[in-house]
């Protein structure tokens, strides 16, 4: 049974930098996307970025300034990095997988169970 | 950035109505949009790839339909486990983008 866990500080302030961690069990991590999504309290869901099998990274342009998503395969994990954090970034931050089929990407069919971030000073 | 936009927004719906949410994107996606299915507190719930792909466990009371530009999520008879917020997504372009949301509650 695949399962996401992830973890990371809970309360920022401002111009603080945000890192959250996802551990993969149960499955392997080649072979897949590795992605981080987010959610306002309250509103819908917003994608972050990701990382792929080989390494390639993308990234939504509107984070892209302050965004470092990577991968270590030895332990079988993926991090998120956000960078001079405001109010605004507060949210619950989802980590994700999405397999690759051959050459092509699916969606999401693995979830973290979510990590609520929370700005303020 | 492809935009995408829901229908309707919200609905109002008994149990064992047969309910259809639209997913419309900006530019020509192809088949690559999925449906996502979230309740209060909880992580989203994937149910839909390409389209109209169920994922595994997922009820066969969903389905999914469309290509291009414009796509549907169809819950063929509401159950009271199905009232949730749904979010369609494209994965064909970056940067992924995710629409709005549909809020099913019940009526």
């Known amino acids: 049974q695949v399962q996401l866990q992830q973890w990371g500080a809970g309360l920022l302030k401002p111009s603080e930098t945000l890192s959250l961690t996802c551990t993969v069990y149960?499955?392997?991590?080649?072979?897949?996307?590795w992605s981080w999504v987010r959610q306002p309290p309250g509103k819908g869901l917003e994608w972050i970025g990701e990382?792929?099998?080989?390494?390639?990274?993308y990234y939504s342009p509107s984070l892209k300034s302050r965004v470092t998503v990577s991968a270590d395969t030895s332990k079988n994990q993926f991090s998120l990095k956000l960078i001079s954090v405001t109010a605004a970034d507060t949210a619950v931050y989802y980590c994700?997988?999405?397999?690759?089929?051959?050459?092509?990407?699916?969606?999401?069919?693995?979830w973290g169970q979510g990590t609520l971030v929370t700005v303020s000073s | 950035d492809i935009q995408l936009t829901q229908s309707p927004s919200s609905l109002s719906a008994s149990v064992g109505d047969r309910v259809t949410i639209t997913c419309r994107a900006s530019?020509?996606?192809?088949?690559?949009l999925a449906w996502f299915q979230q309740k209060p507190g909880k992580a989203p719930k994937s149910l839909i790839y390409?389209?109209?792909s169920l994922h595994s466990g997922v009820p066969s009371n969903f389905s999914g339909n469309g290509y291009g530009t414009d796509f549907t999520l169809t819950i063929r008879s509401l159950q009271p486990e199905d009232f949730a917020t749904y979010y369609c997504?494209?994965?064909?372009?970056?940067?992924?983008?995710f629409g709005p949301g549909t809020r099913v509650d019940i009526k």
């Open positions: 390409a389209a109209s």
């Open positions: 994700a997988r999405a397999p690759l089929v051959g050459s092509t990407r699916r969606s999401y069919d693995y």
């Open positions: 530019q020509d996606i192809d088949i690559y």
């Open positions: 997504q494209q994965y064909n372009t970056y940067p992924l983008t």
């Open positions: 990382i792929n099998h080989s390494g390639s990274t």
């Open positions: 149960g499955g392997s991590f080649s072979g897949y996307y």
